[in-house]
C-alpha cells in the first residue's frame, strides 16, 4: 500500500468538507423498533432511525447490535438516509433474532461524512426464548421451505444439532453442523433443504463430552408451497446421477441474456427444489459468491448505497438460510474506509470534474467474488477500480483519455472494515512488483465497456472528452486464500487471484495481512511463469478466460478452475483461419498439479465439457474423487441459453481431448455459478 499522494489528499479534502460551517449539527429524533419488545426469537423487527443535519447532508446510519453476553457487532454498515425536508430517515434495519434469548443492546451511529458530524443514540430490547419447557418447538419462518428449531438448554461443554427427515423416508437424513452449548439460554437452528409441501420429522441430539449422543424427542414439521409470485426455473435431468454423496445442488441464477429473473435455488440431484432465495424479490440481482459452514451464504446484491446514480453490485452481504441479513456493508462506506487508508483510487468517482483528469481514479462496485475463509473470520472481496490514462493507452483508437478498468483486493475484519488492501494500478503504471502485469500488457482480446455493458460493472468516468469505451483490462472473477502455500501449517497465507481477460491465475503477497502485496507468480498462457507439462499433446493446453480457481483439500491438493476457453476458440476459429475441430470449441473442466520451485504445470483432467460457455462458471473436487463442473450459459440459439451442471468421474488415465464421463447431467437455465453439496450446512472446502 501506498502513502496518500496529491489526488489522494484532494480527494480526503473534498469529502471531509473543510468549507462545512463550524455549527453543523446531527440531532437524533426517534430511534424505534416496529415491535414493542419483548418479542420471541425468529420475530421480525424493522428498526428506524429519524434525524436532522444543520449542514446539507448527506446523513449515514450504521447499526450496531450487542448480543446477550457477546460483544457489539456491525450489522448495517453506514448508508445514506432518505431526506424530506430535512428530515433524514435510515433505510430500514430489518433484524430476524434467531441467536439466544435475553437482553439486546442496539446502536445507531449517525454521521455526516462531509460536515464530520456526528451523533448516536443506544437502547436496549428482550428477546424471549421460543421453549417456555423442557420440549423443543418448531415453527415456520417467511421462507416455506425452511423452519426454526429451538430445543430446550444442554450443558455446559457439550454440543447440539438437528436431524430431520421426510415422513415418508424417501430420502436419506440430514443434520445440521455441531453448535457448541450456551447455558442457561436455548438452542435454536433454522432447518432448511426440504422440499415443498412436505411433512418432515426432526429431533435434537446431544453430544456430551465423552462423545456420547443423545436423542431428542421428535417433531413434526409440514414446508409450504413455493410462493405463486416468484416464477422459479425448472431442471431436466440429461444424465442421472449415479452417486449420491453430495445430494444437493446450490445454483446461483444470474442472467447475462436479457431472459427471465430467477431466484437462487437449491436442488436435489433430480432438479427439485430444496430451498431459495430471492433478494428484494427478485427486482434486483444478486451473486452467491460462497455457501458458508453452517449455512450462512455470502451475496453480492444490487441496491442504493451513496451513490444515487447506481445500483449494481453496491452491497456485500451475508444472509442465513431462511434470507435475513446477518451483516452488510456497502461500497461508499468501503471508499471512506479505503481514503483513510491512503488508497489514492479507493474513493468515490463523483468528486471528479467531467472530463476527468488524467490520473483519476475510483472505486465503484464489488464484483464477482467475496470470500470468508481468512484466519479470524475475516473477508476479502474483489472491487472494480477505473482510472483514466493519457490517449494511445492499451492501443485504444480514440484522440482522448482512456479509461482503464482494474481491480482491488479488499480485506475486512470480523465488522467488515477495510484492513489490508491490494490495488492493480498500485504503484502508477502497473500491478504492484510485477513488471509483467502493468498497464500496457493489453488483454488478449481486447474486451471493452460501455456505461450499461452486460458483464461490465457500473463505469462512472466515461463522458465527453473520454474514449467512448473503457478497456476492460483484467475483469478479476475469483479470489482463495492459500492458508499455507501446501507446505508448513505454520507459514501465514496468501491470495491467488484470478484475472479472466489476462488468462492468468495469480499469488499476491498477503501473508496474513502483513504482506506487501506483491506480485509472487503468475500462471497461464500469456508470459506467465510456468511452462505447461503437456502430457496429453493439446494442440492449445492452458485455460484461457477461467473461472472459480481454488486450490482444493485446503491448500493441499491440485487447482481447479472451469476453463471458458475464449481465448483458444478465438485462436482457433479466427487465428487458424479454419471452423473448430471436434472438441477445439468447448470449455473443460480442468484441475492441475503445479510445482513452485520447478515453475510446472501438469493437467490431472481436462474434461470436454460438450459445448461451450463463454462467461461464468464453477469447478470443484468433490470427497468421492469426482469432480463437479457448472457449464453455465450455453447458447443454443437466438433466444435459447441454458446451463448443465455436470458431475464428471476420471478416466484411468484422465483423457485430454476426449468428451467427460458424465455421471450427472442436469440442465436448467443460466447461472453465474453452482456447488454440489453434502448439504446446505457444508460448504466445499475451495
Known amino acids: 500500500m501506498k502513502t496518500c499522494n496529491r489526488i489522494c489528499l484532494v480527494l480526503i479534502a473534498l469529502l471531509a468538507g473543510s468549507s462545512a460551517p463550524a455549527f453543523a449539527t446531527v440531532a437524533i429524533v426517534s430511534f424505534t423498533p416496529s415491535l414493542a419488545a419483548p418479542q420471541p426469537i425468529g420475530s421480525v423487527i424493522t428498526w428506524t432511525a429519524v434525524a436532522t443535519d444543520s449542514n446539507a447532508g448527506p446523513l449515514t446510519f450504521r447499526f450496531v447490535v450487542t448480543p446477550p453476553g457477546g460483544a457489539p457487532a456491525i450489522?448495517?454498515?453506514?448508508?445514506?438516509?432518505?431526506?424530506?425536508?430535512?428530515?433524514?430517515?435510515?433505510?430500514?434495519?430489518?433484524?430476524?433474532?434467531?441467536?439466544?434469548?435475553?437482553?439486546?443492546?442496539?446502536?445507531?451511529?449517525?454521521?455526516?461524512?462531509?460536515?464530520?458530524?456526528?451523533?448516536?443514540?443506544?437502547?436496549?430490547?428482550?428477546?424471549?426464548?421460543?421453549?417456555?419447557?423442557?420440549?423443543?418447538?418448531?415453527?415456520?419462518?417467511?421462507?416455506?421451505?425452511?423452519?426454526?428449531?429451538?430445543?430446550?438448554?444442554?450443558?455446559?461443554?457439550?454440543?447440539?444439532?438437528?436431524?430431520?427427515?421426510?415422513?415418508?423416508?424417501?430420502?436419506?437424513?440430514?443434520?445440521?453442523?455441531?453448535?457448541?452449548?450456551?447455558?442457561?439460554?436455548?438452542?435454536?437452528?433454522?432447518?432448511?433443504?426440504?422440499?415443498?409441501?412436505?411433512?418432515?420429522?426432526?429431533?435434537?441430539?446431544?453430544?456430551?463430552?465423552?462423545?456420547?449422543?443423545?436423542?431428542?424427542?421428535?417433531?413434526?414439521?409440514?414446508?409450504?408451497?413455493?410462493?405463486?409470485?416468484?416464477?422459479?426455473?425448472?431442471?431436466?435431468?440429461?444424465?442421472?446421477?449415479?452417486?449420491?454423496?453430495?445430494?444437493?445442488?446450490?445454483?446461483?441464477?444470474?442472467?447475462?441474456?436479457?431472459?427471465?429473473?430467477?431466484?437462487?435455488?437449491?436442488?436435489?440431484?433430480?432438479?427439485?427444489?430444496?430451498?431459495?432465495?430471492?433478494?428484494?424479490?427478485?427486482?434486483?440481482?444478486?451473486?452467491?459468491?460462497?455457501?458458508?459452514?453452517?449455512?450462512?451464504?455470502?451475496?453480492?446484491?444490487?441496491?442504493?448505497?451513496w451513490n444515487p446514480t447506481a445500483t449494481k453490485e453496491q452491497l456485500l452481504r451475508q444472509i442465513d438460510l431462511a434470507g435475513n441479513l446477518v451483516q452488510e456493508t456497502n461500497v461508499g462506506v468501503i471508499q471512506q474506509q479505503l481514503l483513510a487508508l491512503g488508497a489514492v483510487d479507493g474513493g468515490p468517482c463523483s468528486v471528479f470534474s467531467s472530463p476527468p483528469p488524467i490520473g483519476a481514479g475510483c472505486t465503484g462496485a464489488f464484483h464477482h467474488d467475496a470470500i470468508q475463509t481468512l484466519p479470524n473470520g475475516w473477508t476479502a472481496a474483489l472491487l472494480d477500480v477505473e482510472k483514466i490514462y493519457p490517449p494511445g493507452t492499451q492501443d485504444n483508437t480514440s484522440p482522448d483519455p482512456v479509461d482503464i478498468i482494474g481491480d482491488m483486493i479488499i480485506v475486512m475484519d470480523t465488522n467488515w472494515q477495510v484492513q489490508w488492501y491490494w490495488d492493480s494500478f498500485d504503484p502508477d503504471g502497473g500491478a504492484k512488483g510485477y513488471d509483467g502485469l502493468r498497464v500496457s500488457r493489453i488483454a488478449p482480446l481486447n474486451e471493452t465497456c460501455g456505461t450499461d455493458t452486460s458483464g461490465c460493472p457500473p463505469v462512472f468516468l466515461l463522458g465527453n472528452g473520454i474514449a467512448p469505451l473503457a478497456q476492460d483490462w483484467l475483469h478479476a472473477n475469483s479470489l482463495y486464500y492459500w492458508p499455507n502455500d501446501g507446505s508448513s501449517s505454520a507459514q501465514p497465507g496468501d491470495i491467488i487471484w484470478s484475472s479472466r481477460n489476462q488468462d492468468l491465475v495469480v499469488k499476491i503477497d498477503y501473508k496474513d495481512g502483513n504482506g506487501s502485496g506483491d506480485i509472487l507468480w503468475t500462471m497461464g498462457p500469456n508470459n506467465g511463469n510456468f511452462t505447461f507439462v503437456n502430457v496429453y499433446n493439446d494442440p492449445w493446453p492452458w485455460f484461457s478466460h477461467q473461472h472459480d480457481v481454488g486450490i482444493e483439500d485446503n491448500g493441499q491438493g491440485v487447482m481447479s478452475l472451469f476453463d471458458n476457453g475464449n481465448t483458444r476458440i478465438s485462436d482457433t476459429i479466427f487465428g487458424l483461419g479454419e471452423n473448430c475441430a471436434p472438441f477445439d470449441c468447448d470449455s473443460r473442466g480442468m484441475a492441475l498439479t503445479f510445482n513452485g520451485s520447478t515453475k510446472q504445470v501438469t493437467p490431472v483432467v481436462s474434461f470436454d465439457l460438450g459445448s461451450y460457455s463463454p462467461a461464468m462458471g464453477s469447478a470443484q473436487l468433490l470427497g468421492n474423487g469426482n469432480y463437479f463442473f457448472d457449464n453455465p450459459v450455453v447458447v443454443l440459439g437466438v433466444q435459447s441459453v441454458i446451463a448443465y451442471d455436470l458431475e464428471i468421474a476420471p478416466f484411468p488415465p484422465a483423457p485430454e481431448v476426449a468428451p467427460a464421463n458424465f455421471l450427472l447431467d442436469l440442465a436448467g437455465p443460466e447461472q453465474y455459478r453452482a456447488w454440489q453439496l453434502p448439504s446446505l450446512y457444508f460448504p466445499p472446502t475451495t
Open 75 to 305: 450489522v448495517k454498515d453506514f448508508n445514506t438516509g432518505t431526506n424530506i425536508s430535512g428530515t433524514w430517515t435510515s433505510r430500514p434495519f430489518v433484524w430476524v433474532p434467531t441467536g439466544k434469548e435475553g437482553t439486546y443492546t442496539f446502536e445507531v451511529v449517525i454521521k455526516d461524512f462531509i460536515a464530520g458530524e456526528s451523533s448516536s443514540s443506544t437502547t436496549t430490547y428482550q428477546i424471549n426464548p421460543l421453549v417456555t419447557g423442557n420440549t423443543p418447538v418448531v415453527e415456520a419462518t417467511a421462507n416455506p421451505l425452511v423452519a426454526l428449531f429451538s430445543a430446550p438448554s444442554c450443558g455446559s461443554g457439550s454440543s447440539m444439532r438437528v436431524a430431520f427427515q421426510e415422513q415418508s423416508g424417501g430420502t436419506p437424513a440430514v443434520a445440521t453442523n455441531w453448535v457448541p452449548c450456551h447455558p442457561p439460554a436455548t438452542m435454536t437452528f433454522e432447518i432448511a433443504g426440504m422440499y415443498p409441501s412436505t411433512p418432515y420429522n426432526m429431533y435434537a441430539q446431544t453430544k456430551n463430552t465423552n462423545g456420547r449422543i443423545t436423542n431428542g424427542p421428535t417433531l413434526t414439521f409440514t414446508t409450504g408451497a413455493l410462493p405463486t409470485t416468484i416464477v422459479f426455473p425448472t431442471y431436466t435431468v440429461l444424465t442421472p446421477a449415479s452417486d449420491t454423496t453430495y445430494p444437493v445442488i446450490l445454483h446461483n441464477q444470474k442472467t447475462l441474456a436479457g431472459g427471465a429473473v430467477y431466484p437462487d435455488v437449491a436442488t436435489d440431484l433430480q432438479g427439485q427444489i430444496m430451498w431459495y432465495y430471492s433478494a428484494n424479490d427478485v427486482t434486483l440481482g444478486d451473486i452467491l459468491t460462497r455457501p458458508l459452514r453452517g449455512g450462512g451464504i455470502l451475496t453480492i446484491q444490487d441496491d442504493d448505497a
